[in-house]
């Protein structure tokens, strides 16, 4: 079994302050039985989006009939990643702006921007985001899962969403809103499992990304 060596987060906070997508719902929560009123136990009730901070989008999000978060196979979400660094400030993210990373057998890849230093009660607006032909080439190379610390996959006023229908089309999965701050450009195992939500349209995720030694066995090359 693999020696772990440090686990990092990359997960926002979920909590009142955090900034969501203009219009969306804001996390909040509800005590509904408290001990200092004579309760047994702290009980609390929650109201948040389920694109909320750091999260999966679902199929269903953009594409009637596609499956929900409950449906989602898991191996995309647990595994290596690839994580790398793109100065690009805003527009699409294009392959020259990967010039340099080493990406040959890559699955799952993240890319950290600016927006990874924002406080979780910022709101980026003019994002970066990855270009279809991007999406194209990495799917060429056989990445199952892109990862973004923008709270989008495609332009904040994009309406027709093409780089999600293009990543479902190649049959990937993406996260957004991740926090990839504080951690050097590497391979390391992700883990990111959205809830087995029924019927919606995408699930927070606490997403961890944790450092092998250089040779140690990633969970792709033990399930194969």
Known sequence: ?????RTYDISRTISPALAVWPG??????????????????????LTLSPHTGSHADAPYHFLDGAPHPADLPLDPYLGPAHLLTVSRRSGEIVLA??????????RRVLLRTWVSALPDDAWPENFPYPALDLVDWLAAQGVILLGL???????FDSTELPCHHRLWEHGMLHLEALRLAGMPDGVYELIALPLKLAGV????????LRELPPSGPTTDEVAN
């Open 1 to 5: 079994m693999a020696e772990y060596l």
């Open 24 to 45: 969306d719902a804001p996390f909040r929560y509800e005590h509904i039985l408290q001990r200092r009123d004579g309760a047994s136990v702290n009980l609390t009730t």
């Open 97 to 106: 702006d990967l010039a340099g990373h080493d990406l040959r057998g890559a």
């Open 149 to 155: 610390d923008s709270p989008s996959v495609d332009a």
């Open 201 to 208: 349209c995408g699930s927070p995720v606490r997403a961890v």
